[in-house]
């Protein structure tokens, strides 16, 4: 019991009473994670729990369980305080695996959970934050999934590889996870960290069984054996060999005596755990055993195959009982709860499904792995769920209800498209849910979305004046929609594939579409009617770019570059010279020289003025990705496969110098205003800043776990944020290299955007959805 516990069974009633009235108010005052403690102090924090960022917060959750008692519940005076108060607890307890590493993300890991609510408690919490000055960053809008009756409670990220098997002690406190990386974690299921790691399977790890008294692991490996491992020490005690293929399933009998194994050989064996010997074989899967599990009896097996069935057999006769069907692929992992009732099952089809083994019925489905569910196990109380996928993560979902209560989701699925208004208010996005939606930026609601695309949205563009926004579609079309009603006004059909490119004539008036059908349309925003299609190319359209007057188009595909007149359609004429595809393509600011970049590793200047060519950039030792231009338009910058970034005089053509360091492919660059800073975003997930006076590094920013996705620079130069893979996105002062604030979201972040004032910005992720996040501390908030 903790401190706070014991205070509190010392109050009278009346103090008790008091206290329940105060401590939303103490709670929700915090600011800072420390301060936060430092105010809850005098009533249940000792000192060396506030100097501990683990125990303080694990101690924080576990006191909310106080409320549970019938006093309180039952006080309907208290209802709406407690029901606050809970759903805090659930938003921390989502986010403690975060928490313990960064506990600066508390802010925002609150405000991206509970902004679903308005509740008065959560509301005082997201204002309190919302003021807080201290350097961070906290959400606009929820983003993050919400606490609540059911849904995911808690993630654990530690393994290298997918996460294939997963059982829990018999005390309801340790994890252990069995995974592709040949590995088997012991986790602290309290605090959410690593305890320590078995090694010695030469393959995946596949299945695990645990004795009752939770002394003895048993796993079960794609190197076909079975090993026995000593939990206290660590250390493996013997390997039961005699499976000729993947030992795929693991059970043990309550007496904890003996081991039943399934394997891809199609058969289950019975093993003897105290000799090490193979008492006798099961056969009867005409397919690959992929899982079994025991009822508490130890009479009843049940398996799953590749077949997509599950099969209960008489343990005693070896004879099948019945089959139960539903999943829609091969199933991966079976569980059956302590009092024999209840089976859960996990599937490739990415599923768990909880059935009631009395009547062999579906009761329900949790979803949210984004891969295949390899392992299921579940706490002694029945209350909780873990699962292991092969998107590299395990997952804590509350059994009793099985579903989320709020979600307040955007895009379904990857955000292909960020734009950003110029007066920073609006917000639109493209994704593969075939969607657009529009979301207001300055309280980071969602205010409608256009529904009409029958295929991914690739391409946004919207009109100078705001009204009209253009979208681009895998399903061929593009479609002019009217922003102020939210309707679509007409369908642009035409184009016969993917439409991959599009912009905007400066005047709003006239959009340029390029597509996977070869062709560049060319399209009255006003009338929706098509009023020409530019023809030539003999391969897709790769990139496109307008001059600064919007009167001339340069489109690039395989090997050639077009030159078009946009007023009359017309070509000008055609740039040759590149052996491969054109990658990349830049305009100097006075929109006078061309750049280009391609496949064949070589950069080429073109005058546009005249149609010819000034110069090959011949350096890199492979394709070229990027190319940008600076400011003064006297300096190009290139990025390449080849990992290195070139610096080129545009005036001589003569590289000036090269910038090395990266160990990976270069994707993503960017310029500081003055034209006196690279920043440059690599596969090798570093950031590195470099000095473009003089060609060399000033520093690396590192941090992200994965690639490098996106890079945004604040409009005064001084702000980094970069998007990663590792599903986070950082804050960096520029200057110093410090990273400022860190923000982690729930699947890789695909881009992001800087609104103009400098502290919002929007992300991506791959799952679909939008953070709409707010800087505090470094910049003043307007």
């Given amino acids: 019991m903790s401190n706070f516990r014991s205070w509190f069974d010392e109050r009278s009633e009346e103090a008790k009473a008091q206290f329940l009235d105060e401590y939303p108010r103490l709670l929700l005052a915090g600011k ?11 009533y249940y924090f000792i000192e060396a729990k506030i100097n501990h960022p683990l125990f303080g917060v694990q101690a924080l959750i576990e006191d909310y369980d106080l409320l549970d008692n019938s006093e309180i519940r ?32 508390l802010k925002g890991q609150l405000s991206a959970r509970l902004r679903y609510f308005d509740l008065p408690e959560i509301k005082n919490l997201l204002a309190q934050i919302g ?64 305890k320590f790691t078995l090694e010695g399977h030469s393959r995946s790890v596949n299945a695990i069984a645990l004795t009752p008294d939770g002394k003895t692991v048993i796993s079960g490996s794609d190197d076909s054996t079975i090993k026995i491992w000593d939990l206290g020490t660590g250390k493996e005690k013997f390997t039961l060999q005699g499976h000729s293929s993947f030992v795929k399933a693991i059970a043990l009998t309550p007496d904890g005596k003996t081991v039943i194994s399934g394997s891809w050989d199609k058969t289950i064996k019975i093993w003897d755990l105290g000799t090490g010997t193979e008492k006798f074989t099961l056969q009867g899967h005409s397919d690959w055993v992929s899982a079994i599990a025991l009822t508490p009896d130890g009479k009843t097996m049940i398996s799953g195959s590749y077949g997509e069935t599950i099969k209960i057999w008489d343990v005693e006769t070896g004879t099948e009982k019945f089959t139960l069907q539903g999943h829609s692929r091969s199933v991966n992992a079976i569980a059956v709860t302590p009092d024999g009732k209840t089976m859960i099952s996990g599937s490739y089809d990415e599923t768990i499904k909880i059935w009631d083994v009395e009547t062999g019925t579906e009761k329900f489905t949790l979803q949210g792995h984004s891969r295949s569910v390899n392992a299921i196990a579940f706490t002694p109380d029945e209350k909780t769920v873990i699962s292991g996928s092969n998107d590299n993560t395990i997952k804590i979902w509350d059994l009793e209800i099985g579903t989320e209560k709020f979600t307040l989701q955007g895009h379904s699925r990857s955000v292909n498209a960020i734009a950003v208004t110029p007066d920073g208010k609006t917000v639109i996005s493209g994704s593969w849910d075939n969607t657009i939606k529009i979301w207001d930026l300055e309280i980071g609601t969602e205010k409608f979305t256009l529904q009409g695309h029958s295929d991914s949205v690739s391409a946004i563009a919207f009109t100078p004046d705001e009204k009209t ?11 002019i929609w009217d922003l102020g009603t939210a309707t679509e006004k007409f369908t642009l059909h035409g184009h016969t594939s993917w439409v991959t490119l599009i912009t905007v004539t400066p005047d709003g008036k006239t959009l340029i579409s390029g597509s996977d059908d070869n062709t560049i349309k060319i399209w009255d925003v006003v009338t929706g009617t098509e009023q020409f299609t530019l023809k ?73 003025g005249t ?6 950039l011949k350096r890199h030792s492979k394709s070229v990705t990027v190319i940008t231009v600076t400011p003064d338009g006297k300096t190009v910058i290139s990025a390449s496969d080849d990992n290195t970034i070139k610096i080129w005089d545009l005036a001589t053509g003569k590289k000036k110098f090269t910038l090395q360091g990266h160990s990976d492919s270069v994707r993503v660059i960017a310029v500081t205003p003055d034209g006196q800073t690279i920043i440059s975003g690599l596969n090798d997930k570093t950031i590195k800043i470099w000095d473009l006076g003089t060609g060399k590094e000033k520093f690396t920013f590192k941090g992200h776990s994965d690639l490098v996705t996106a890079i945004a620079l604040t409009p005064d130069g001084k702000t980094v944020i970069s998007g990663s893979s590792d599903n986070s996105i950082k804050i960096w002062d520029l200057a110093t290299g410090q990273e400022i604030a860190t923000f982690t979201g729930e699947s890789p972040i695909t881009c992001c955007a800087v609104a103009p004032d400098g502290v919002t910005i929007v992300a991506g992720e791959d799952s679909g959805r939008l953070h709409f996040l707010r800087l505090q501390g470094k910049v003043t908030d307007e």
Avoid: M
């Fill in 131 to 194: 003021t807080d000055k201290n350097t961070g960053l906290y959400s606009l809008i929820g983003s993050l999934k919400p606490p609540g009756g059911g849904g995911l409670i808690r993630t654990l990220i530690g393994h290298r590889g997918r996460v294939n098997a997963i059982t829990v002690t018999p005390d309801g406190k340790t994890v252990i996870s069995g995974s592709y990386d040949n590995t088997i974690k012991i986790w602290d299921l309290g605090t959410g960290t690593e």
């Fill in 32 to 42: 800072e994670y420390i301060q936060l403690f430092k105010l809850l102090s005098n």
């Fill in 469 to 479: 926004v253009i979208s681009g579609s895998n399903d061929n079309t593009i479609k």
């Fill in 611 to 616: 149609g010819k060519k000034k110069f090959t």
């Fill in 74 to 105: 039952n006080n309907s005076k208290y209802a709406e305080t407690v029901k606050a108060l809970k759903l805090i607890q659930r938003a921390l307890f989502s986010s403690t695996h975060i928490i313990f590493k960064d506990p600066k993300q």
């Fill in 536 to 608: 030539g190319h003999s391969d897709s359209v790769r990139a496109i770019k307008l001059t600064p007057d919007g009167k001339t188009l340069i489109s690039g595909s395989y090997e050639t570059i077009k030159i078009w007149d946009v007023v009359t359609g017309s070509e000008k004429f055609t740039f040759q010279g590149h052996s491969d595809s054109v990658t990349a393509l830049a305009l100097t600011p006075d929109g006078k020289t061309l750049i280009s970049g391609s496949g064949d590793n070589t950069i080429k200047i073109w005058d546009l």
